[in-house]
Each structure stands twice: as C-alpha cells, then as structure tokens.
C-alpha cells in the first residue's frame, strides 16, 4: 500500500553536466505528471514522462530536473549564402564607387550574422547520463511513499477492525432478529384467526417476511467485502481505487442491514460501523 504523497532528491556530475532531480508527490483522483527541464532539453521530456508513468498510478507528480553545464560545447556554423552575398555587395561597393583596398576578413567579421553559433546538446548523451540519477529518485520517492503508506495502513485497519466487531455482534444478532419477526407474526395471526393459527399460512408469511427482512444476505456480502479488502491491502500494487469501491460496496450492505433492523442495538452498531467505514474512506484518499 502506497502513499501517493513522498518526496525525493539525487544530484549527480560528471565532467560536463551537475545535475539534479527533485520529484514531489501530492493527492489526486487521477493520474497527472508535470516535468521541469531547461528548455535546451525539452526534446527528452517524452522519455522522462515514460520513465515516470511506468511506476506511478495515481496522484500528482512533479519531477524537476535542473542542470548546470560545466562544460560547454559549441558549433560553429557559417551560412555561407549570407557570406558570398556579403562579398558580392562589398565587391559592387567597391566597383560602383571606386575603392581601392581590400576586402578581409576583418571587414566581413564587422557586418557579422553569417557566423552561427549553437549549443551541442548531445540529448542522446544527456539521458544516458540522467536515467541512472532519475532511477534512483524514483526508487527513493516510491519508499517514501511506501513508508508513508505502512502507517496509513495501520490506521485503516485499525478502523476495519470497527467493522468486524460490529458485524460479529449483528451476525449474532440475526436469529433473533427473525424470532422477533416470528413472534411478531403469530400474534397478529391469532388477531386476525381469534386465537386460531392456520401454522402452514403462518409459514408462508414468515418466508416472505424473512425474504423481505432477513439481513444474512448482507451479512454474507460484507464479509467476503472485508476478506477482499484485506487481501488487496496487503499487496504490493497500487490499489487505493479498488479499496475505495470495496468501501462504497461496504457501505451499501451495512445501510441495507440498518433499514431492516428494528433492534436499537443493532442500529446503534449500524452507525459504528458507518462512521467507521467513512474514516476508511478518508485516509483511502492519500493512498494510490
């Protein structure tokens, strides 16, 4: 179980580039990755978001790469259109106006633009740098939101416990929840009948009653509800959507078993565990 809060920061050189990554994790709903990178480098963001997404399911994640050169590498590169129409303009000058003197290098430097000059990013050779240092960021936020989703899942077991308890009290609770329906049903027999119970008819209207009342169906589903929750708590991939319709799922029997009940401590456990389920439902919104 994961947290979808954590944070992490690895820095790394090598004898052209300081780098380093810083990665912050928040609570969302949904998946949504923001990247930092230095424009010069936007072109590698593909891979980064890649590298990223592969290991994260849910929540907001920012991943700030900053880098500092220590080495820089420039191209120079003439634009030699721009240099030949230069020449012809200074050779027509010079004919046009009868000039004597040549033409250099020094003179064409003074006009300059022909002369361009670019960073040699070597993006290819900057990934091959940064993946190692984005790995080990990775591998340090996804423990701190291991770490941070161990304590998270103490508290919700703490609560399920809630749950259990006030279930085992209901299931104990069920039998008499149908003599009372039993009861309930031989005495208003005998008013209609005058003292005389027709049994076969009484059975009858007791089935429909147990069908209409009866809360083992419930009892049945909440279980198996709490013995998947359980299991998916203790596995290793991101399961914080499934555990949250589980609680949804949990909610439903418990609020059909309090519609049927007419036991006050009963109703009582009804609400326990409502709240119970609530307060699961509130750290589920941390975990991814």
């Keep these: 179980m994961r947290s979808m809060t954590g944070y992490a920061y690895k820095e790394?050189?090598?004898?052209?580039w300081n780098v380093s990554v810083e990665i912050k994790g928040y609570n969302n709903r949904f998946m949504e990755l923001f990247v930092g990178?230095?424009?010069y480098f936007s072109m590698i963001e593909p891979e980064v978001r890649k590298l990223v997404s592969t290991r994260i399911q849910r929540g907001k994640v920012e991943v700030y790469i900053r880098v500092k050169e220590l080495e820089e590498k420039i191209n120079v590169n003439v634009d030699y259109e721009l240099l030949d129409a230069y020449l012809s303009a200074f050779y027509q000058i010079k004919k046009k106006r009868k000039l004597s003197g040549k033409i250099t290098l020094d003179n064409l430097i003074t006009v300059g633009g022909f002369l361009k000059t670019e960073k040699d990013l070597s993006p290819d050779e900057f990934m091959d740098f940064l993946?190692?240092?984005?790995?080990?960021a990775m591998y340090d936020f996804i423990e701190t939101k291991e770490r941070e989703g161990k304590a998270t899942k103490g508290d919700i077991l703490s609560q399920l416990t809630h749950v259990e308890d006030g279930l085992a009290n209901i299931k104990t609770r069920a039998a008499e929840l149908e003599a009372m329906f039993k009861e309930q049903l031989t005495i208003r027999m005998q008013e209609l009948l005058s003292g005389a119970v027709d049994e076969q008819r009484m059975l009858a209207e007791l089935a429909v009653l147990l069908t209409k009342y009866s809360v083992n169906e419930e009892i049945s589903r909440l279980e198996a509800h709490i013995k998947l929750f359980k299991e998916l708590a203790d596995s290793d991939i991101p399961v914080g959507k499934k555990l949250d319709f589980l609680c949804q799922e949990m909610n439903r029997e418990i609020n059909t078993i309090g519609s049927k009940s007419t036991i006050v401590e009963i109703s009582q456990k009804v609400?326990?565990?409502?709240?119970?389920?609530?307060?699961?439902?509130?750290?589920?919104?941390?975990i991814e």
Aim: aromatic share 0%; net charge neutral; glycine share 0%.
């Design 271 to 286: 609400v326990d565990m409502k709240d119970a389920v609530e307060n699961i439902r509130e750290q589920l919104r941390n």
């Design 131 to 136: 993946t190692p240092v984005l790995d080990k």
């Design 37 to 39: 990178l230095p424009s």
């Design 12 to 16: 790394a050189a090598n004898n052209r």
